[in-house]
């Protein structure tokens, strides 16, 4: 399988998280790569290559304008507020009865374009979320010219990310932003399978209203877990999308491949039905049994076998790595994901 990677990604690098209370070392490390990286090649799953470099254009397409600006720029306004400060955090944010006004002050901004606190900006950010995007247009790219399935490595993850807001690790929605360029590149429906173990709010925020994208999601609870506002069974799109978003919520701890699999058949059952021209998986692999911060139980074998599953679809597929922190295993389960897939 053809695999789309760059160095470039490791330059957002933040040192920590808020995580429980706590400053904790940041989940979402630039070391995820090399485990991925190193599991592709041991394994022998194929041709690796480097992105091309796209405009903002297709970014574009997805997020707002001034936001794009705003990561552009963020760091050096944060680095001139705070020049001994390592990243940029947000802490305050235009919450129930106040202005959604974009403040002049960084730190006002930061919270207008943040949900959260656990996507800090740092100096490599906005080149690594570039790079990040370009290796979604890249794969995407391929599999429109013809490839079967393609793989981005892609990091940071996206999925959380919305028009506007960073969130939970994401800065730009890679998957989105290849999903819209597969439509303006002459696709007329594609299909998203979220199966991070996160609901990809950011994603279904996106396309919530389209009925050309079918965004069909497995993820935990929300009222259990994060990003715990969004990502319930009921938000099944509006107007024209009424009917294309389709969540599947399921219970923490007591979700292994057997309750999994039940929620998967619908998904991919909808997907069938909704006969897209391309399939974009967010590929997060964070339900592993170990995961640290995540509490489903699917085993590296169950990962082969999803793998199997997906590509039973029989749709051109590109791949968009997401979230996963177990990081001795990420490899592994991305290949048994990616092996059972071709396998098929
Ligand atoms: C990003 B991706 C819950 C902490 C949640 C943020 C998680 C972001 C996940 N106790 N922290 O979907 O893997
Ligand atoms: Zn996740």
Known sequence: ???????????????????????????ESPKRLDYVLEALQDNNLGRIEWPESFSTGPIARVHRPDY?????????????????????SPYCFPHRGLRHVVPEQIEGALGYYSMDLTAPV?????????????????????????????FALCRPPGHHASGDLMAGYCFFNNAAIATQAFLDQGADKVAILDVDYHHG????????????????????????DYPHYLGHEDETGDGAG???NLNLPLPL?????????????VALGRIGEFEPDYLVV?????????????????????????????????????????????????????VAVLEGFSAF
Not at 68 to 88: D, N
Not at 124 to 140: E, H, N, P, Y
Not at 321 to 331: H, I, K, M, S, T
Request: glycine fraction near 8%; hydrophobic fraction near 40%.
């Open 1 to 27: 399988m053809l695999t789309i990677y760059s160095e470039q990604q490791k330059l957002h690098n933040p040192a920590r998280e808020f995580l429980g209370g706590d400053l904790v070392p940041y989940l």
């Open 68 to 88: 794009i600006e705003f990561l552009e720029t963020a760091w050096q306004r944060w680095h001139q507020t705070y020049p001994e400060s390592t990243q940029a």
């Open 282 to 334: 967010s590929l997060g692999l964070d339900t592993y049994e170990r995961d640290p911060i995540s509490f489903f139980n699917i085993t590296t074998p169950d990962f082969l076998e999803l793998g199997h599953c997906l590509a039973a679809l029989k749709k051109p597929t590109l791949f968009v790595l997401e979230g996963g922190y177990a990081l001795e295993v990420l490899g592994n389960n991305t």
């Open 201 to 224: 709010h950011g994603t279904q925020a996106i396309f919530y209203s389209r009925n050309d994208v079918l965004f069909a999601s497995l993820h935990a609870d929300p009222r259990q």
């Open 122 to 150: 740092v100096e490599g950010t906005w080149t690594a979320i570039r790079a990040s995007v370009d290796c979604a247009l890249t794969a995407q790219k391929r599999v429109l010219d013809g490839e079967p399935v393609a």
């Open 253 to 265: 701890h007591v979700t292994g491949w057997a309750e999994y699999r039940r929620a998967l058949e």
């Open 242 to 244: 009424l009917g294309f």
